[in-house]
């Protein structure tokens, strides 16, 4: 069985601290996608990433995949209320079948 | 107008009763995607549709079944719903491959009672 951890789960932090999310999987993945949803809405795309290695920025965002593509971290600078929300990972195959696989997600509260 | 648009919002049935999801999309995907998202559970594929003709079971399809009507349009139903179908329930496109993400629909609350 293939695993997609994410951690924390839970983080409440105060307006303009720094913090870092995590995905890790057991398998080795084509690409990696980060989501975030916000209650009441489908997750929203915030960016791929296909090379291991690979770094992506995103204004105060920063995504990381992992040499392995087996991992990927999101570390967001001086948060803000509105990044508050549900941060989702999920890890793509083409190979063996069509197949994604999506994280429990880490749920970030940012306090003003 | 949203890419993905999911009807109803929210709906509340009766154990039993036979239900329908619908969704429609603009993004011209050909792929489109059921999901079911759970607390704790993340989102579990039900089924997906490469094109028209092309229907595949997902990780969770018992008790769902689906319809490809058009390239646009891709609806889920339940035959006949049980308390621990009570969800949100996304739709999703994607392109060719799905390297590059999902675009989802803002989801249908069911609650089954």
């Known amino acids: 069985t293939q695993l997609l951890e994410q951690s924390p789960q839970f983080l409440s932090i105060q307006e303009g601290e720094n913090l870092t999310v995590y995905c890790n999987s057991s398998?080795?993945?084509?690409?990696l996608q980060w989501y975030r949803q916000e209650p009441g809405e489908g997750p929203v795309l915030l960016v791929t990433v296909v090379t291991g290695g690979e770094v992506k920025k995103l204004k105060r965002l920063t995504f990381q995949f992992g040499d392995a593509r087996k991992d990927s971290s999101l570390h967001i600078t001086a948060a803000q209320p509105g990044d508050t929300g549900l941060y989702l990972c999920a890890l793509h195959s083409n190979t063996g079948g069509f197949k994604t696989i999506f994280g429990a997600g880490t749920r970030l509260f940012v306090k003003a | 107008d949203a890419d993905v648009t999911q009807t109803p919002r929210n709906r509340i049935t009766k154990t039993g009763k036979r239900i329908m999801l619908e969704c429609s999309q603009t993004?011209?995907?050909?792929?489109m995607y059921w999901y079911r998202q759970d607390p704790g559970l993340g989102l579990r594929l039900i089924y997906y549709s490469f094109d028209v003709k092309d229907i595949n079971k997902g990780e969770i399809s018992d008790g769902y079944s689906v319809s490809r009507q058009a390239q646009a349009k891709f609806s889920l139903s339940l035959e006949s719903a049980i308390p621990n179908q009570t969800a949100l329930y996304f739709c999703?496109?994607?392109?060719?491959?799905?390297?590059?993400?999902?675009?989802f629909g803002s989801g249908t609350r069911l609650t089954v009672v």
């Open positions: 398998s080795v993945f084509s690409s």
């Open positions: 999703a496109t994607s392109d060719f491959k799905g390297d590059y993400g999902y675009t």
């Open positions: 993004k011209g995907h050909d792929r």
